[in-house]
């Protein structure tokens, strides 16, 4: 005697398989967005390092007068970051296709806590199809933005 059932798995084994392939041809294009992915860790090491410098900034006694103040200088293709003295400036490169544009100059420094930074700033990183913001409103606060 045959066993009737034999072809009723066989067709629940090609349904399951269509909706896997279905949901992970959906799925694919955001898990392998290297694009975007490479935009936005630009953007976020950008945040974690303007942090640092405004930490490097808030850490210097008032009394001192440092001629030096910690600061980036932001390039098209890279960034500078300097933090103790104006010799040794530590170079990150965007990586390729990666572009960045500030609407306030190029300089970012931060004041000790005791004024507010005069101006916001928003900075563009930006690839052929994707863009990041960061921005630096008044009160010194450091955030991706849409």
Do not use: C, W
Not at 13 to 27: D, R, W
Not at 65 to 93: A, D, G, L, R, W
Request: charged share 15%; hydrophobic share 40%.
């Amino acid at each position: 005697m045959r066993n009737s059932s034999a072809g009723f798995v066989s067709i629940e084994l090609l349904a399951a398989l269509l909706i896997i392939m279905l949901s992970f041809s959906l799925l694919l294009p955001k898990i392998l967005s290297p694009e975007k992915t490479r935009v936005d860790f630009a953007a976020q090491y950008l945040v974690s390092n303007l942090r640092l410098i405004q930490q490097k900034s808030f850490m210097q006694p008032h009394e001192t007068k440092n001629p030096f103040n910690s600061h980036i200088i932001i390039n098209s293709q890279s960034y500078e970051i300097y933090m103790t003295s104006p010799n040794q400036p530590i170079i990150v490169k965007l990586p390729d296709g990666v572009t960045m544009l500030s609407n306030r100059g190029h300089v970012f420094s931060f004041n000790r806590g005791d004024n507010y930074t005069a101006t916001t700033a928003t900075i563009t990183i930006t690839s052929k199809n994707h863009t990041a913001k960061v921005i630096i409103n008044s009160y010194g606060r450091i955030r991706m933005g849409d």
